[in-house]
């Protein structure tokens, strides 16, 4: 919980990042793992087997964390990783059985929360706290062109499991009703 007595002691930039920096991580939590972890099971589970590398690159972290997770999550029983029998130089990672009930069970219990993320606040508060993030989202500077990528659909991006880069201006409207 977020203690009054520290707010006094920052500017109200510093206090608008940490709250927003505490929002993320609670939206992000619920596998019980560090988000990062319950990504590349999520991944996994939709787009299947997948080398280590293009794993990485897909959510551009550092190869000796990408080695770490992977071995933690090896050792949790919820992949495997294997020599790629078409390239030997490269790890394959693969769901377990347990990882994908996992990622099964924390879809079914997510589903149900979606209702209650917000439900702190009225309808119109949401509205205006979903234009002003759009607001910031825009003002941000844009990403390299290497790490853009389009979605179609709110639906797409949901379910890709993958972070998303939006170009300022880029989000479609519609997104909004989709929680993205």
């Known amino acids: 919980m977020f ?3 520290n707010a006094l002691e920052m500017n109200p930039q510093e206090l608008l990042r940490v709250q927003l920096i505490r929002c993320g991580q609670k939206l992000g939590s619920g596998h019980g793992k560090r988000q990062t972890q319950g990504r590349i099971l999520k991944i996994l589970y939709l787009q299947g087997p997948m080398s280590q590398k293009a794993l990485q690159d897909k959510l551009d972290i550092q190869p000796g964390s990408m080695s770490e997770i992977a071995a933690k999550l090896e050792h ?3 992949l495997c990783r294997q ?3 078409q390239d030997k130089r490269q790890i394959l990672l693969t769901l377990t059985d347990a990882g994908r009930e996992d990622v099964e069970r924390f879809r079914r219990q997510r589903k149900g929360q979606h ?3 917000f439900a702190a606040l009225t309808q119109e508060e949401q509205q205006l706290l979903s234009q002003l993030l759009d607001k910031l989202l825009t003002s941000w500077a844009p990403p390299t062109p290497d790490k853009e990528r389009e979605c179609q659909s709110p ?6 499991g993958e972070s998303i880069h939006i170009r300022p201006g880029s989000a479609p409207r519609d997104w909004k009703d989709h929680g993205v």
């Open 3 to 5: 203690h009054q007595e």
């Open 76 to 78: 949790k029983g919820l």
């Open 83 to 85: 020599k790629d029998p």
């Open 115 to 117: 209702g209650t993320d």
């Open 155 to 160: 639906a797409e991006f949901q379910e890709s």
